[in-house]
């Protein structure tokens, strides 16, 4: 089992950036697929990002696609998700998690294949 801890979440105006890192310890990420979550007060999580363990493939959810951008350093055990043009609805606990996978190709946008999971940051923007 793998313990991430995420950081770097805070209270940022619209138009705003943020970076968020997951650090992982317990062993090593570098054979995980790696993805970011979120969920609002009220709604169901939903998928952010994911990168591949090799970090030639990532894949975003819609709503954030050309303002996130997620990366790993396999050598820090770290993952990170740079937020850029942050918008209220963007407000949320964000979550990191790791999938172990066979491909350094593979990544995963559904939550099922996620074993290991942090204990989020708060990502809060104002209007």
């Known amino acids: 089992q793998v313990q991430l801890v995420e950081s770097g979440g805070g209270l940022v105006q619209a138009g705003g950036s943020l970076r968020l890192s997951c650090a992982a310890s317990g062993r090593t990420i570098s054979r995980s697929a790696m993805g970011w979550f979120r969920q609002a007060p009220g709604k169901e999580r939903e998928f952010v990002a994911t990168i591949s363990w090799g970090g030639g493939n990532t894949y975003y959810a819609d709503s954030v696609q050309g303002r996130f951008t997620i990366s790993r350093d396999n050598a820090k055990n770290t993952v990170y998700l740079q937020m850029n043009s942050l918008k209220p609805e963007d407000t949320a606990v964000y979550y990191c998690?790791?999938?172990?996978?066979?491909?350094?190709?593979?990544?995963?946008?559904?939550?099922?294949?996620?074993?290991?999971w942090g204990q989020g940051t708060q990502v809060t923007v104002s209007s």
């Open positions: 998690a790791a999938a172990l996978t066979y491909s350094s190709s593979i990544y995963y946008s559904s939550a099922r294949p996620y074993i290991d």
